[in-house]
């Protein structure tokens, strides 16, 4: 049985010894495109007819890049260990971009499909939608009407976090397995018998993730808010937290990625995967 600590461990490994090599990628793919991205929500907030459709394309873009960019270090980290090549990396998250693409419109259709009956109880509660889209807050009988839909909601984010635990390792097995689809039944079965021990591990890193993003952006856009006029679409306080909150993620994707990684690579064992890397 693969142990939390253990996995961490080398993790942490990872970073410390190959963190150089794998910082033009990470600064490209996690930090500078998602900062720029960011530093647009004002203008996506004002953006009408064509101009928001190509902001809308600037952030597909953005979330292609880094997602091949978390794929390529997951591909880095999950080699074995002492065995971890920049290049491999680089070739893998290349040829099974387009697949881990296909893999996760998938897991995003399933989602979209469980939560059509919440969507359904809540149209069908009689609460008034319309009022509150015109700025006038909801009195808690109009809420009460809610109350079905919300537990269902509650109901299904029980369920996606626990799917979650249990997919943890997919993109890994999408990279070296060469697996489309089917790497989602192979990663609830590489993850038998882990579930609570990852389950705390999302929630800790869930945790910890969103204090340090909170922190990151009312900090460094509070103070650039203070010294500086935070006026206009692109104001120096929106460019400033969207870079801080950017460069806090790039960490911790750096961190989560190696988990990943380290994760399949302690579940599969340390053999030889030249005939995959190949």
Known sequence: MAKIGTIWDRAVDFVRDHAGRAMPVLLATQF???????????????????????????????????????????????QPDGQEQHGVAV?????????MIGVSIVLMAILAVLAIPGVVLA??????????MNGVPPQPAELAKL??????????ALVVLW????LLPVNAV????????????????????MTWKLIGVLILYGIVAGIAVSA??????????????STGTLSPTIIAASFAVAAVSAALALYQSAFVGKLYRDVVGQQDDAAVFA
Do not use: C, H
């Open 32 to 78: 500078a495109v998602p900062a720029i991205n960011g530093s647009m929500n004002g203008l996506r907030a004002e953006a009408t007819g064509g101009t928001a459709a190509a902001l809308g394309l600037v952030s597909i873009v953005a979330v292609l890049v880094s997602l091949w960019g978390a794929l390529y270090l997951i591909a880095f980290a999950a």
């Open 91 to 99: 070739s893998l998250a290349k040829r099974r971009f387009l697949p």
């Open 123 to 132: 149209v069908a509660s009689g609460f008034d939608f319309t009022s509150v």
């Open 147 to 156: 109350g079905v839909a919300v537990l269902y909601f509650l109901a299904l």
């Open 163 to 166: 799917v979650s635990a249990r």
């Open 174 to 193: 999408v990279l070296l397995e060469r697996r489309g689809v089917g790497a989602i039944r192979r990663a609830f079965e590489l993850t038998r018998g």
């Open 216 to 229: 990151a952006q009312f900090v460094v856009g509070g103070i650039v808010g203070l010294l500086t006029a």
